[in-house]
């Protein structure tokens, strides 16, 4: 516990939030003066997002309901644009993805995190890359500007951001170049954040329709080392497309009964967005070396929590 204190009371630790709330106020007024809608966040739901990845189980039996902790909002936010009076529309949301054991040493992943999540109806993937890309840069010029004394206490001088437009590698061939580990290559050679695009994974992502096994999403990368920061796509959104794709994936239509009779009855549409995880991007900010770092009651995979 005196650990803890320790933590929470340091100088260093209240750069790093105040860091934080400039990113967030950042990113916030961009989205709002854009035209977006602010929802509140979906905590708990009968679905969640199947992520790409296995964790551990997170339900909750509430009156005889199945509930679900939200890994993310992703088919809340779909569902939401489908309305014809939210066309563009952001949520602050706190996720749980119960990550195993085996991920708390690689300094990137928390249990419990908050992301920027953003969904823009009728949306195509470069639209939202170019929004993502003008919301960062100046989210970290308004810390490069307001925040000179905090980046100085954390050692971060050499922070910068370019203006000019992010590089963009497609996955097919960054792995012909780079191997298996190609993300991990990049990142540590890019000196600015970069897009890699095309990946096969959720079966809501876009395929492309005149080729199959391409697919018209994208995540955001930081240079330095720090990895993934961004995740997104444009969406599928007819029923008998999500059909087969969940069918392909090995995925059961019942576990997402409700959005899927959605797409039944025609009563969603096409989208395109992403969520970017705040803890991830004060981590890169602020150079932590874990994102422990980035939080006061940080959980990491594995370890035990305190408060």
């Known amino acids: 516990m005196e650990k803890l204190t320790e933590k929470i009371h340091s100088r260093r630790m209240s750069a790093v939030l105040n860091i934080q709330s400039t990113l967030l106020n950042s990113m916030c007024s961009f989205l709002y003066s854009r035209g977006f809608t602010q929802l509140m966040p979906v905590i708990l739901s009968p679905i969640t997002d199947p992520l790409c990845h296995s964790v551990l189980d997170a339900k909750i039996d509430y009156c005889g309901q199945e509930l679900q902790l939200t890994k993310s909002m992703i088919l809340h936010k779909q569902v939401a644009v489908s309305s014809p009076h939210l066309e563009k529309i952001f949520v602050l949301s706190p996720n749980v993805r119960l990550e195993k054991p085996e991920c708390g040493p690689l300094g990137k992943y928390l249990i419990e995190f908050s992301q920027l999540d953003i969904e823009m109806r009728g949306a195509k993937k470069r639209d939202f890359m170019l929004l ?162 980035a939080s006061p009651f940080a959980k990491v995979p594995g370890e035990r929590f305190l408060l």
Request: aromatic share 12%.
């Open 132 to 293: 993502a890309e003008e919301m960062v840069k100046g989210a970290v010029g308004r810390v490069l500007e307001e925040r000179k004394c905090e980046i100085e206490l954390l050692g971060r001088e050499k922070l910068s951001i370019s203006q000019s437009q992010f590089p963009v590698y497609e996955s097919k061939e960054a792995r012909q170049d780079f191997g298996e580990g190609f993300e991990s290559v990049l990142s540590q050679r890019e000196k600015t954040p970069f897009w890699i695009t095309d990946f096969a994974r959720e079966f809501y992502d876009k395929e492309d329709e005149g080729r199959r096994g391409y697919y018209h999403n994208y995540d955001l990368f930081y240079p330095e080392g720090f990895g993934e920061a961004l995740s997104g796509a444009e969406r599928d959104f007819e029923y008998g497309v999500l059909k087969r794709k969940l069918s392909e994936r090995g995925q059961k239509e019942e576990h997402f009964a409700p959005y899927m009779e959605l797409a039944r009855k025609g009563k969603l549409c096409a989208s395109a967005g992403g969520g970017i995880g705040v803890e991830r991007l004060v981590r890169w900010v602020c150079g932590l070396e874990h994102i422990r770092e």
